[in-house]
């Protein structure tokens, strides 16, 4: 079993940047690759961003180029830096890995970009 504890959610003005993190209870090299999902209030949740065990990354087109995917093997955390935001970007977002053919979520953090 996997617990996964993201954190970095908070309100900021549009323009403005935070990085979220997310911390896995087991090594990330284990895990063959993690994401990161957004869900706004009323919409169905939608991919951020991924990244896998090689370092591939991927990213939905409504955040290219202003978020950013990373992971540090050392303290088995992945981060979304998330740069020049807009209020479109307000959601809680979500930390997701598959492991062992069982996907497993975070419960969250919040993001709120004020116009």
């Known amino acids: 079993q996997v617990q996964l504890v993201e954190s970095g959610g908070g309100l900021v003005q549009a323009g403005g940047s935070l990085r979220l993190s997310c911390a896995a209870s087991?090594?990330?090299?284990?895990?063959?690759?993690m994401g990161w999902y957004r869900q706004a209030p009323g919409k169905q949740r939608e991919l951020v961003a991924t990244?896998?065990?090689?370092?591939?990354?991927n990213y939905a087109d409504s955040v290219k180029g202003r978020f950013t995917i990373s992971r540090d093997g050392a303290t088995n955390t992945v981060y979304l830096q998330m740069n020049s935001l807009k209020p479109e970007d307000t959601s809680d977002y979500y930390c997701?890995?598959?492991?062992?053919?069982?996907?497993?979520w975070g419960k969250g953090t919040l993001v709120t970009v004020s116009s």
């Open positions: 997701s890995v598959n492991y062992f053919s069982r996907t497993y």
């Open positions: 087991i090594s990330i090299f284990r895990i063959g690759a």
């Open positions: 990244i896998t065990s090689g370092g591939t990354t």
